[in-house]
């Protein structure tokens, strides 16, 4: 079995979020079960200088992009045992960052169709092509249309994973022609509506459709969380499923994680006290082992659930005396909502403005309570990375959410949570969360078994490897 996977991201060359985390960790994970896995992702001006480094130039072609042909030059790297192929194109990738800009849709366009084009030059004939989100959806659409009967190509099957819906590379008409370059009779792939819908293209042409929870799949065939497409995704319901995604357990391990104040583990939990305290003082805030401390590590944006907190945020600081501390960066609106809070409980409430990936290992070690009161949650890893690091979730039950925290009200599950998108109905998980809290034993036992929970990537990697093996036969 062979997989070539295309991913606009994937750590540890760049990452803009969560599906960085799974092209980094996937890959690796499939390799340990005698995989054959490659990586393809855009050679981003950003990539450390340390990374480039150990890069080896395996040659360049001419990729068409409609009406034109563009340079690509394929350098090839390997990380973990993995090989991973970086496309090459200044034009397109030599800025800051790896989305955002006015021309995404060509920039992806092009390094959708290189990833095909590579292949009769990088000695890699895979029997499965793993595609994901948006920026790669054309995979499947020109594969299926252009690539199918050529020689060398034949019998490939083609996965998209949709990592987020709100997220579908929607553009005009124009695209067709100036960019995408369909022949005519296929443009309907990518037409939705009054526009052309990458997203779209990637579900209509895939062999196999993914989501990155159970609960997720089923949620997309609703209006509520399908962003328009729910009818689409009703009509291919068959070849539609949702894997859970998994947690990088050699990253996230309190064991031996060199970024965090004390190492400690569920059978010897006393260096998770250092950390509470480190984090407590990195924040500026009194050092207190009693006092409950929470926390959130997350974008500043509204389908985080950020609405909820405006409510009942106050109230819950003072009458809780509880500590809270946050790291993110987004919307303004939110930014000052949490400056605001931060000047009016400077004892209670602890705020990091931007990303800083060794302040949220930090935060995850030594915080007590962890919260994700998100809208739409189509899986989400820092719930499964606090329980790592024996930091008790507290989260709405929704997406990958509600496939990986059971409420603890029956003392056997492993967080606490909430239905309704409801500020109230959250004050009450937090309440119900600070009681048990206050009971010692409980507390420590519901720590232990958060700690127990396997999220590693090895059991989604084998339902992975089943789906390969499903539509390869």
């Not at 609106?333 to 000047?343: A, D, L, R, S, T």
């Not at 995850?364 to 009161?373: N, V």
């Not at 739409?376 to 930091?391: F, N």
């Not at 949570?417 to 034993?441: C, I, K, W």
């Amino acid at each position: 079995m062979k997989i070539l996977f295309v991913s606009p991201e994937a750590q540890p060359f760049i990452s803009t979020g969560g599906l960085a985390e799974v092209a980094g960790s996937l890959p690796k994970a499939l390799r340990k079960k005698r995989v054959g896995v490659r990586v393809v992702l855009p050679l981003y001006q950003d990539i450390p200088d340390a990374l480039r480094d150990n890069m080896r130039f395996v040659t360049n072609i001419t990729v068409p992009v409609a009406w034109r042909r563009q340079y690509c030059g394929i350098f090839e790297a390997k990380v973990d045992g993995v090989i991973y192929y970086l496309l090459d194109n200044e034009y397109y990738f030599k800025r800051p960052g790896a989305y955002g800009y006015y021309d995404d849709a060509e920039r992806f366009a092009f390094f959708s169709r290189a990833a095909l084009e590579i292949l009769p030059h990088i000695d890699f004939k895979p029997n499965v092509i793993h595609a994901n989100d948006w920026q790669t959806a054309l995979v499947p659409v020109y594969y299926s249309t252009l690539f199918a009967t050529k020689p060398g190509y034949e019998n490939i099957k083609t996965v998209f994973t949709l990592h987020n819906m709100q997220y579908q590379g929607e553009y005009g008409h124009e695209l067709l022609g100036e960019v995408i370059g369909l022949p005519p009779k296929d443009h309907k792939l990518v037409e939705f509506g009054e526009n052309v819908n990458l997203l779209k293209g990637g579900i209509e042409c895939a062999d196999a459709v993914t989501t990155v929870s159970p609960s997720y799949a089923q949620e997309i065939l609703d209006p509520w969380f399908s962003h328009g497409l729910d009818p689409l995704l009703r009509a291919r319901e068959w070849k539609l499923s949702g894997i859970l995604n998994g947690i990088d357990t050699e990253v996230y391990d309190p064991t031996r994680d060199p970024l965090i104040a004390a190492q400690f583990s569920a059978a010897q939990p006393q260096g998770k006290a250092a950390c509470k305290a480190a984090l407590q003082e990195e924040y500026g805030l009194p050092v207190d082992a009693a006092v409950p401390l929470l926390s959130m590590v997350t974008r500043l944006t509204g389908h985080k659930g950020l609405d909820l907190l405006r409510p009942i945020l106050y109230d819950f600081l003072r009458e809780s005396g509880a500590q809270f501390v946050v790291l993110g960066s987004g919307e303004w609106e939110y930014e000052q909502f949490f400056k605001q809070v931060q000047q009016d409980f400077p004892q209670q409430f602890g705020l990091y403005l931007g990303f800083n990936a060794g302040l949220s290992h930090r935060i995850y070690a030594g915080s007590d309570l962890f919260l994700m009161p998100s809208r739409a949650e189509p899986c989400g890893l820092s719930q499964m990375i606090a329980l790592r690091y024996g930091t008790v979730p507290i989260v709405r039950a929704v997406g990958g959410l509600r496939d990986s925290i059971q409420d603890a009200g029956d003392g056997a599950g492993n967080g606490f949570t909430f239905q309704s998108y409801n500020a109230h109905d959250m004050r009450g998980a937090l309440d119900r969360a600070l009681a048990v809290y206050a009971q010692p034993e409980a507390w420590q036992a519901l720590q232990q078994r958060g700690m127990a929970c396997d999220f590693s990537w090895n059991v989604s990697a084998l339902e992975y490897l089943r789906l390969y093996k499903a539509i390869s036969k």
